[in-house]
């Protein structure tokens, strides 16, 4: 089972949207992928209240319910977990760093943003060698330049990887989250599901995740 969580104490930097469209990339490959929502928000949960298609599941729980979700995931056989946290919770974001192969920190091209990296970076020092990057998100296509910028910033300044691609500022990330869709599914030949595709086999490669046919 591989397990992938989604850190941020800032809010807004785009947890949950990247979450859910990483699992429909890994579920439409025939993954058996779950996505636990430890948000108080439950925003990953009510996508999938709005999703006329079951799966991939989202559970929403309290984050002390964590390791029994994950022991009974494991039980079911589920393949691919993803663990969307909340902002603002330490000890929350540690525990899911601790169960994760592989931390994405998806963070905006802001000063705001990257000065917001600092308490995440305090929780990631708690478990050293634990695979983590930030993921240069909402970027905004008149503002390539300050994205390269940043991602340089928390890359040689806060010795934080950066992954080597960004997910765009698109209208279809936005209505994906209210439609219970994602852009993959809403527009399949668009940017957005391009930039994900390219997310799911980056995800995929770091975890050494065999490839398998689109379903």
Not at 7 to 16: E, I, P
Not at 51 to 74: C, F, I, N
Not at 129 to 136: F, H, N, T, V
Not at 156 to 165: G, R
Request: proline residues 6%; hydrophobic residues 45%; aromatic residues 4%.
């Amino acid at each position: 089972m591989h397990v992938i969580s989604l850190v941020s104490n800032k809010g807004g930097s785009g947890k949950s949207t990247v979450s859910l469209c990483l699992a429909v990339a890994f579920q439409s490959r025939g993954f058996q992928t779950v996505v636990l929502d430890l948000d108080p928000q439950a925003s990953s949960k009510e996508w999938h209240d709005a999703r006329e298609v079951q799966y991939p599941h989202v559970e929403s729980l309290h984050a002390s319910r964590l390791p029994k979700a994950m022991e009974a995931v494991k039980d079911l056989g589920v393949e691919v977990v993803i663990i969307d946290t909340a902002p603002h919770t330490e000890a929350t974001a540690l525990e899911a760093v601790k169960l994760a192969d592989l931390v994405i920190v998806p963070c905006q091209p802001s000063i705001m943003d990257i000065r917001g990296l600092a308490k995440t970076l305090q929780v990631l020092a708690l478990v050293p060698g634990k695979p983590a990057y930030a993921l240069m998100n909402g970027v905004q296509h008149h503002s390539i330049q300050a994205a390269t910028e940043a991602a340089v910033t928390i890359a040689n300044h806060l010795k934080l990887p950066v992954a080597p691609l960004a997910l765009g500022e698109r209208v279809a990330f936005s209505r994906c989250m209210i439609t219970g869709q994602t852009p993959q599914e809403i527009e399949p030949d668009g940017k957005a599901a391009k930039e994900i595709d390219h997310l799911y086999q980056w995800v995929r490669t770091q975890l050494q995740i065999e490839e398998r046919e689109a379903a």
